[in-house]
């Protein structure tokens, strides 16, 4: 028996960036979700009235845009995962 090392090399290399890339996409649509207006806590009292006046801090949601980018974050990842199910059954 003869064992083709590139070949094992080659897809050792892509089943790595491609796990790296697809584990990456997810944990930005993750932040994305958990992002908030003001990252920072405030310091002052008058900051802190000023935040929690805001809409996506008094509601707890993330920006429509980082929700937004987030769910297309998490539709990349299963689009990969079907791609990668129907080149293993074909």
């Known amino acids: 028996m003869k064992i083709d ?3 094992l090399g080659s ?7 491609a796990t790296v890339g697809l584990v ?3 944990a930005l649509g993750v ?11 405030p310091s002052t009292p008058a900051a802190t009235s000023a935040a929690a ?10 920006p429509l845009a980082a929700r937004a980018g987030a769910y297309l974050c998490f539709a990349l990842c299963a ?9 293993i059954v074909a």
């Open 5 to 7: 090392w590139a070949a």
């Open 11 to 17: 897809v050792f290399g892509v089943s790595l960036v």
């Open 24 to 26: 990456g996409l997810f």
């Open 31 to 41: 932040v994305g979700l958990a992002r908030r207006d003001s990252p920072t806590a």
């Open 53 to 62: 006046s805001t809409p996506a801090t008094a509601t707890g949601r993330a």
């Open 79 to 87: 689009g990969a995962v079907a791609y990668g199910i129907a080149l």
